[in-house]
T-cell receptor, first 118, second 111 residues
Framework: EPEVTQTPSHQVTQMGQEVILRCVPI?????FYWYRQILGQKVEFLVS????????KSEIFDDQFSVERPDGSNFTLKIRSTKLEDSAMYFC????????????????FGEGSRLTVL | RKEVEQDPGPFNVPEGATVAFNCTYS??????FFWYRQDCRKEPKLLMS???SGNEDGRFTAQLNRASQYISLLIRDSKLSDSATYLC????????????FGAGTRLAVHP
């Protein structure tokens, strides 16, 4: 069964360091997302990406964050200068359907990358 | 008011019990509704979509009341494997599948 894969599964970094989280979405999917979940809290939307550009982003996704699809398979999230409050599980997700379709919403999530900022 | 509000948990039930979860959402223009399941420290996985007429998938029944902006999930004949956090999820009226997650309701099924 096709799946979304994420690396690394866990990264520990010092405050102020740059971090890149990597994702390989399902191959025929066109819509890509990053969500995050701080321990014990709800899953929060960060950004959506379609046709090589950001479609939508949340207030969390400030200038310290960026996304890129450098080739045909990878989708990355970069945090330029990490803060303690960036510690969270970061989930990549993909879907094959966009907002014009009914029954949208089945996002396929990767297993997540746990980021710990010290 | 929170965008998506759920019953506070945890729900501790014996095997075989029937349990119901409730959820309300604030944006009346939302169009798509879902229940996701999340196991401890794992990724969310779609359990079922919620349709206006209500829908059933085996032991799971989902209902939607647009007038009240209310969604429910009923689990019959609970199994130990149903133990998880159940996330009520709503899309935004515009946007590329931007999903808004509730905080989740934790279910613990015991023997």
């Amino acid at each position: 069964e096709p799946e979304v894969t994420q690396t690394p599964s866990h990264q520990v970094t010092q405050m102020g360091q740059e971090v890149i989280l990597r994702c390989v979405p399902i191959s025929n999917h066109l819509y890509f997302y990053w969500y995050r979940q701080i321990l014990g809290q709800k899953v929060e939307f960060l950004v959506s990406f379609y046709n090589n550009e950001i479609s939508e982003k949340s207030e969390i996704f400030d200038d310290q964050f960026s996304v890129e699809r450098p080739d045909g398979s990878n989708f990355t999230l970069k945090i330029r200068s990490t803060k303690l409050e960036d510690s969270a599980m970061y989930f990549c997700a993909s879907s094959d359907r966009g907002p014009r379709h009914t029954n949208t919403g089945e996002l396929f999530f990767g297993e997540g990358s746990r980021l710990t900022v010290l | 008011r929170k965008e998506v509000e759920q019953d506070p948990g945890p729900f501790n039930v014996p095997e075989g019990a029937t349990v119901a979860f409730n959820c309300t959402y604030s944006n009346s223009a939302s169009q798509s509704f879902f229940w996701y399941r999340q196991d401890c420290r794992k990724e969310p996985k779609l359990l079922m979509s919620v349709y206006s007429s209500g829908n059933e998938d085996g032991r799971f029944t989902a209902q939607l009341n647009r007038a009240s902006q209310y969604i429910s999930l009923l689990i019959r004949d609970s199994k130990l494997s149903d133990s998880a956090t159940y996330l009520c999820v709503v899309n935004t009226p515009r946007g590329y599948n931007k999903l808004i997650f509730g905080a989740g309701t934790r279910l613990a099924v015991h023997p």
